[in-house]
């Protein structure tokens, strides 16, 4: 099958599991034979370029027509059979569905978007559904959602409006591949067709050390962006009451907030910022903790992270939010209140303190990742994905 796989890949400064996983997916396809093909951009191109980056940026954001150009001569001399489209923001915008007019195209929704100009349903740091609860983007000019800045905002409220008023996903797209029953009725809220969104969740290639859990350190671990949305700050306010647990708690990434962050911790001595890591090193950290907590205040899609806990028999904690609960439930994981730092250090230290209910659910995580996340079970997925369009 000839496939073009189409992304922008965001900054380089802050780990990404979109770009992460479009790499796994390409790699699956190569691997399983499909004559692959990418049309690819890349934030940095705008971020290394200063002022002049951000004016093309909000330039091109709305409709580029470039991209019509650039996605047709490629229909044209490879004449694929599927495009499978991951994210569009902010260099290839919306205008390549139409450049994709004459191909049947999937769209993965990594997050919202189409629907949310920033992307992440929050504002001042709570969760926010207006935009997407009333059918108009406007709310997040008014508000300033985008960095905080209204005019940032401009360009994304156009894309948006772009999208609802040309019916560009309507039209264009013929199947919504999204990773939680959650998502896909945001997505039926949104009026997009029910029979053609369809549920995979990622997967992640990773190279195991599952091991005997009694040979874990005494430490948790959290993985991801350090950000507001992340609820970081929730973490380490609960982690307050666990300083002298003789727990560590390591924190890996890295983010706008880091030093932030560090200055709240300044006194710990049990929380340690190791900054941003390579893979495999990630994976290391994570097999050898007894958990991994995930306390985000946003709706999160599929975190990467945890099919790498998943994988590696770590168990898992994560906020009552989004998709979270339901993806967590088979892996028997645990679920806090969101936002709430007391329910955040209430779970913690229930799970720390019983190694056996630590160890079954190491079990069950492991068992769960064998039986829906490989790499071979994700494949057969998106070819029933890819048939079905």
């Known amino acids: ?35 692959v093909i990418t049309y690819v951009t890349h934030s940095d191109e705008l971020r290394n370029a200063g002022v002049i980056g951000k004016i093309k ?58 629907f949310c100009p920033n992307g992440i349903p929050m504002r001042n740091g709570k969760l926010c559904t207006k935009c997407m609860d009333r059918g108009t983007t406007i709310y997040a000019l008014k508000h300033g959602c985008y960095r905080k800045s209204r005019l940032a905002s401009v360009p994304l409220v156009a894309a948006s409006g772009i999208i609802k008023s040309k019916k560009i996903l309507q039209n264009y797209v013929q199947g919504y591949i999204v990773f939680s029953e959650f998502q896909k009725t945001k997505l039926i809220q949104q009026g997009l067709d029910e ?62 907030d880091l030093g932030q962050y560090v200055m709240m911790s300044k006194k710990s001595k049990s929380i340690k910022f190791l900054g941003k ?24 899609g599929f975190p990467m992270v945890l099919t790498e806990a998943f994988a590696n028999g770590t168990p898992v904690a994560v906020s009552n939010l989004g998709p ?17 730092p007391n329910s955040l250090y209430n779970s913690l230290n229930t799970l720390l303190n019983d190694d056996k209910l630590l160890r079954l659910m190491s079990i069950s995580g492991r068992d769960y990742y064998l039986k829906n996340l490989t790499k071979e079970q994700n494949y057969k997925s998106l070819m029933r994905i890819y048939d079905a369009l």
């Open 1 to 35: 099958m000839k496939i073009l796989l189409v992304h922008n890949f965001y900054g380089s400064s802050a780990p990404s599991g979109e770009n992460q996983v479009f790499k796994n997916e390409k790699k699956m396809l190569e691997e399983n034979g499909h004559d």
């Open 57 to 114: 940026g909000g330039l091109l954001t709305p409709w580029n027509p470039q991209s019509i150009k650039k996605i047709r001569k490629i229909v044209y001399n490879f004449e694929p059979q599927i495009a499978h489209v991951h994210n569009t923001f902010p260099l290839i915008s919306p205008s390549v569905f139409v450049g994709l007019s004459d191909v049947k195209t999937a769209l993965t929704f990594h997050n919202y978007r189409y």
């Open 195 to 256: 029979e053609r969104i369809y549920i995979k969740p990622n997967f992640n290639e990773v190279q195991s050390t599952y091991d005997n859990f009694d040979n874990r350190e005494d430490k948790v671990v959290f993985v991801g962006r350090l950000s507001e949305e992340k609820g970081i700050n929730d973490l380490l306010i609960a982690w307050q009451k666990l300083e002298n647990s003789g727990i560590k708690l390591e924190i890996i990434g890295d983010g706008n």
């Open 277 to 300: 890591l390579s893979h495999s090193e990630t994976q290391l950290h994570i097999s050898k903790a007894k958990l991994l907590v995930v306390p985000s205040r946003w709706y999160e």
């Open 324 to 340: 979270l609960p339901e993806i967590v439930k088979s892996a028997k994981g645990a679920v806090f209140e969101n936002s709430n």
